[in-house]
């Protein structure tokens, strides 16, 4: 492990020259650890990265009543968020140095209402597809117990980034 600083949520974004001279998997395992930003998104939905390999990310989650749409549950949104994070980080796990990735579209399910009884939130994420110029992933929201609260899809687009 590096002795880099650790980043607390929020504090910003790695530097492009940084994310564009390593690979993917590497940057992730740096967010993971500490030893670049969590994305601040992260900080005010109440997520973050907790594992990550090639081709796969997790994220966890707490659903909050600050999330909740006028109905009393958490906006579709919210999963929404936290599964474009997992199945897009997913296809960053799969890029080379020199590379990046954008989304091109993603959709999600919502198959369960969450509340804040609900508990923590895992948002798993793995490439189901990986070619040159487009990567595809599915993801899953799942609560403590496994139970399904979202699935999604996505379709990434890959590219040169300089450093």
């Given at each position: 492990?590096?002795?880099?600083?650790?980043?607390?949520?929020?504090?910003?974004?790695?530097?492009?020259?940084?994310?564009?001279?390593?690979?993917?998997?590497?940057?992730?395992?740096?967010?993971?650890?500490?030893?670049?930003?969590?994305?601040?998104?992260?900080?005010?939905?109440?997520?973050?990265?907790?594992?990550?390999?090639?081709?796969?990310a997790?994220?966890?989650g707490?659903?909050?009543?600050?999330?909740?749409?006028?109905?009393?549950?958490?906006?579709?949104?919210?999963?929404?968020?936290l599964?474009?994070?997992?199945?897009?980080?997913?296809?960053?796990?799969?890029?080379?140095?020199?590379?990046?990735?954008?989304?091109?579209?993603?959709?999600?399910?919502?198959?369960?209402?969450?509340?804040?009884?609900?508990?923590p939130?895992?948002?798993?994420?793995?490439?189901?597809?990986?070619?040159?110029?487009?990567?595809?992933?599915?993801?899953?929201?799942?609560?403590?117990?496994?139970?399904?609260?979202?699935?999604?899809?996505?379709?990434?687009?890959?590219?040169?980034?300089?450093?």
């Open positions: 492990m590096s002795s880099a600083p650790a980043f607390p949520p929020g504090t910003g974004v790695a530097p492009m020259s940084e994310v564009a001279r390593i690979s993917g998997l590497a940057f992730m395992q740096g967010i993971r650890d500490g030893r670049f930003p969590q994305a601040p998104l992260t900080a005010l939905l109440g997520f973050g990265l907790t594992e990550v390999e090639n081709g796969s997790v994220f966890a707490l659903p909050s009543a600050a999330y909740y749409n006028p109905i009393g549950t958490v906006h579709g949104g919210w999963s929404g968020v599964l474009d994070s997992c199945m897009g980080c997913a296809v960053h796990s799969t890029v080379s140095a020199g590379e990046g990735f954008t989304t091109l579209e993603y959709k999600v399910n919502c198959v369960r209402a969450i509340t804040e009884q609900t508990g939130v895992r948002a798993e994420g793995t490439v189901t597809s990986r070619g040159r110029r487009i990567a595809t992933a599915e993801g899953r929201l799942v609560d403590g117990a496994g139970k399904v609260l979202a699935l999604g899809s996505t379709t990434c687009l890959i590219f040169p980034i300089g450093a």
